[in-house]
């Protein structure tokens, strides 16, 4: 089950539950979690744990979802860490959206967990956009 | 200039004319006076002849007599001297010539005949009878070679035979002086006749001429009045005016065949009558009887020389707008004035036709401009209405969109959580839960499906839902599909035959929408058929200009009745309401394919009977519509 332990995922999720349950899910899957509640908390946490992979809500207080993604990749130190980005919204104009501010790949809420572990997997794979 | 040329040109004709007349006068006189002298020459001759006879006619020598001398002389010389001015005053009278020869004559008729008398002082008064009767020629000059003949007779005989002309055997021979100035005496008095005759005869002449210019004159006058007036009559009779002449006291003078035509009079009925007795409407009467005397005082008025409109009135009593002109025409100093006037009836009505005619356009325009802004207001209530109905489909869609997300929240982490027991549980070996949060799981999946379902609805209706077009390889696509949804068919032992034309080759479509249509129509099928075949067919159609991929989802599964195929695409209409309890699913599988279909423009049909299963057609164009640009749609 560990296919890959020891990368660090942000999750960055303003919804405790979802937060909560999307990390312990991955842990068990044998990532380590990092969790931000906002965009300005996931830019933040993102510039100094530089984590391996960042799970990006859209609709997040402080900083949405979208300009979070478009400062990180506009941050050489971070541009590299590729993004999903979920949204509850499954709107096929938010997947544009999400990818022209610089997301690697864009899924919707609820999670199909076993896809997202796919995308996930592919990503740490260095098969992101980034790399 | 021109007048005193003519006027000069007249007189000289004139002149010409009496000077032919004087010529013709003088000369008829010349001849009469020849012819007189002829026949009295000729009676001279034979007078003489019987005077030589009764006087001596025999001459007595003795006892022996002989013809008288006297006698022969009287027939010889008498012939000889009268015969030729006889002839020629019978034969060339009126020549000067003639009347020369014939004084000549007679003055020598005279000499013989004073001979032949022995020169008897009585017989001298045959000269003065013969100068009295040359006179007759009116001709002064015959008097000349008359008087020259006496002188000369007389002188001539005086010298050598004084007993020839003065009876006397020895004369005094200055005689001839005293009997020539007696000549020359009695010349003086015929000549002073002769010029007084030729004067007054000049005189007859010149009035003659003068009368006769006169005359014709009038005469050409008259014709020209007459021509005048038969071109006048001709005018007037033709003329579309109705002309009416009239005299100063307002009486009718001529009628033409146009006032005949317009007034119902005729010319005659109308001549001599009071112009405003006839023509005039009785209360306007009044105003003209006033207005003719003026003109006629002051010789101006506003009613003549100018054109003016006013109302007459017919022989029927008839009353009609005339226009009419008034001129002053003046006849023999008489003042007459012609009256031109037209009905103008007709053109009356046409104005009145055009005025309404114009007075209808306007309303009708006017009609037309309240119509078009009638209709603009209705165009704008319109657009207000379309666009919010726009903002009410818009505000649903809004609403849908927001409350999908707001359902998908809860939901995320009920899956998630779910799925984590699940994985707890299926570590701890604890059997009961694993099924309960299986239950858990699948209900949420199912409202996800829901929620998913009614999106997509909600989109299309909203006109958001767009293609993304792509072009795949239709063969890929369906092995690809069929990883996903073979378990799904195969799960009530059914089995799963699929059969691709080779020639379908790639399609350019929205990729998605036509996987989900299939995946949508296999899981259907695969859901109502258990232990038979479901069936997927892929052919290449071709329908008029246009190329269709054809897929055909047969089943042998529970099929349908009439009544349920007609309802199978709508949304929420499962063949039954018991069908969702057996089968699951969410009511909005084929809703959505249907619209899918549309959205593709392509189709969906199905047959169907219970028990023996279903077919369902789904035609998609090869090539899709160029992709609509995207709404863009806010977070």
């Known amino acids: 089950m560990d296919v890959r332990s020891g990368a660090t995922i942000l999750v960055v999720e303003d919804n405790e539950a979802s937060r909560d349950a999307l990390s312990r899910r991955l842990e068990r899957h044998g990532y ?39 400062q990180l990749k506009a941050d050489t130190r971070t541009k590299h860490i590729p993004i999903i980005v979920l949204s509850a919204h499954a709107m096929t104009n938010h997947r544009d959206m999400a990818l022209a501010a610089g997301g690697d790949d864009f899924d919707t809420k609820p999670v199909r967990f076993q896809a997202l572990l796919g995308k996930i997997e592919w990503l740490l794979a260095g098969n992101g956009a980034a790399s | 200039m021109p007048l005193q040329q003519k006027e000069g040109h007249v007189s000289s004709s004139v002149e010409a004319r009496a000077a032919a007349l004087f010529a013709a006068h003088t000369h008829d006189i010349h001849k009469r006076t020849d012819r007189l002298f002829a026949g009295l020459m000729a009676l001279q001759w034979i007078g003489g002849i019987l005077f030589a006879l009764w006087v ?15 006698v022969w002389a009287a027939v010889v010389l008498g012939g000889l001297i009268s015969l030729f001015p ?91 002086l005293e009997h020539a100035a007696w000549v020359i005496f009695e010349d003086v008095f015929l000549v002073v006749a002769c010029l007084r005759s030729m004067a007054e005869l000049r005189e007859t002449a010149d009035r003659t001429a003068a009368l006769e210019q006169e005359v014709r004159i009038r005469q050409q006058a008259e014709i020209d009045a007459r021509n005048s007036e038969a071109r006048s009559d001709a ?13 100063e006291s307002g009486r009718i003078v001529q009628f033409n065949p146009a006032a005949e035509r317009t007034f119902g009079y005729t010319a005659s009925e109308a001549v001599g009558h009071q112009l405003a007795d006839l023509m005039i409407p009785a209360d306007q009467r009044g105003a003209y009887q006033n207005a003719m005397p003026r003109y006629l005082k002051t010789g101006e008025a506003a009613g003549t020389n100018q054109r003016f409109e006013l109302t007459a009135v017919r022989k029927g009593g008839e009353i009609f707008p005339v226009e009419v002109a008034i001129a002053p025409i003046s006849s023999d100093g008489a003042a007459m004035f012609a009256g031109y006037m037209r009905d103008i009836t007709e053109r009356r009505r046409s104005e009145a036709a055009l005025a309404e005619y114009t007075r209808d356009l306007e309303v009708a325009h006017d009609t037309q401009r309240q119509n078009s802004r009638q209709l603009a207001t209705l165009v704008d209530q319109l657009r207000i209405t379309q666009r919010r109905a726009e903002d009410a489909t818009r505000a ?81 696509m369906i092995d690809e599909l069929l990883d996903t949804v073979g378990p799904l068919v195969r799960k009530n032992n059914n089995a799963l035959k699929v059969h691709c034309a080779g020639d379908v080759g790639a399609m350019s479509s929205d990729l998605m929408k036509t996987r989900q249509i299939l995946l949508n129509l296999l899981s259907n099928a695969g859901k109502f058929t258990s232990n038979g075949v479901v069936t997927l067919e892929v052919v290449r159609r071709m329908e008029g200009a246009q190329i269709f991929v054809e897929f055909t989802v ?25 069908t969702t309890r057996k089968y699951g699913g969410t009511g909005l599988g084929l809703a959505l394919v249907s619209r899918f279909c549309e959205l593709m423009n392509g189709s969906v049909s199905v047959v169907s009977r219970p028990d023996e299963g279903s077919r369902f057609t789904v035609r998609l164009p090869l090539e899709a519509a160029p992709a609509e640009v995207p709404a863009v749609i806010g977070a």
Not at chain 2, 135 to 156: C, E, G, K, M, S
Not at chain 2, 235 to 247: E, F, K, P, R, Y
């Open chain 2, 86 to 176: 006889a002839l020629l005053g019978l034969l060339r009278p009126g020549l000067p010539s003639t009347r020369y020869t014939i004084a000549t004559a007679q003055m020598l008729m005279g000499a013989l005949l004073i001979h032949l008398t022995g020169g008897r002082i009585e017989t001298h008064f045959h000269v003065f009878g013969s100068l009295a009767f040359l006179a007759f020629y009116r001709d002064w000059r015959v008097l000349v070679p008359a008087t020259v003949v006496v002188a000369l007779d007389h002188i001539l005989r005086g010298l050598f035979w004084p007993q020839s002309v003065y009876g006397v055997m020895v004369a005094n021979q200055w005689r001839w």
């Open chain 2, 554 to 578: 047969t089943d042998t599964g529970v099929g349908m009745t009439e009544e349920q195929t007609q309802r199978i695409f709508d949304a929420f209409t499962q063949a039954d309401v018991t």
């Open chain 2, 396 to 476: 649903k869609s809004d609403f849908l969109a927001s409350m999908s997300h707001e359902l998908r929240t809860p939901l995320n982490a009920i899956i998630l959580y779910s799925e984590l027991l699940q994985e707890n549980a299926e570590d701890g070996d604890a059997k009961q839960s694993i099924m309960d949060l299986q239950k858990i799981q699948s209900a949420g999946k199912h409202l996800l499906a829901l929620i998913n379902g009614i999106l997509d609805l909600s989109k299309i209706e909203a006109g958001k839902m767009t293609l993304a077009r792509e072009t795949f390889d239709v063969r890929e």
């Open chain 2, 235 to 247: 005018i007037l009779s033709v003329a579309l005016d109705c002309v009416v002449l009239m005299d």
């Open chain 2, 56 to 70: 001596s006619p025999l001459a007595w020598a003795g006892s022996t007599s002989s013809t008288h001398i006297h």
């Open chain 1, 32 to 70: 380590r979690v990092m969790q931000a509640f906002d965009g300005s908390q996931a830019v933040s946490v993102a510039r100094t744990s530089l984590p391996d992979l960042i799970l990006m809500d859209l609709g997040l207080p402080v900083l949405d979802g979208w300009d979070a993604t478009r």
